[in-house]
């Protein structure tokens, strides 16, 4: 297993993480449209407080939010790694 240093030198900049989903909406068929069709529209879906906050992205954004979506799930991936390899490493010196 990589050393933590090394997990942690790999990582990108913490600058403009974002935790959350980008979603994707389009609706066929909707009434309230003059042609029959809704979208596509991106939106950010975020857990805020106990509650989910969904905004809607500009085409212009979207790229932006899936690199910071993408960056901060990959900085959760290698928390979670070196959490486990201190666990190991705490528990292998009690045995």
């Known amino acids: 297993m990589p050393s ?3 997990l942690v030198a790999n990582l990108p900049p913490i600058t403009g993480l974002i935790r959350g989903s980008l ?3 389009f609706h066929e068929g ?3 449209h003059p042609k029959g ?3 596509p529209y991106w939106y950010l879906s975020v ?3 106990g509650r989910t906050r969904m905004r809607k992205l500009k085409d212009h954004q979207v790229a932006q939010v899936r690199w910071a979506v993408k960056n901060y799930n990959l900085w959760w991936k290698t928390c979670l790694r070196i959490f486990e390899t201190n ?3 705490l528990l292998a010196q009690e045995g």
């Open 87 to 89: 666990t190991e490493r």
């Open 23 to 25: 979603v994707r909406y």
């Open 30 to 32: 909707c009434r309230c």
């Open 47 to 49: 857990n805020q407080g």
């Open 4 to 6: 933590k240093d090394s």
């Open 37 to 39: 069709r809704y979208g």
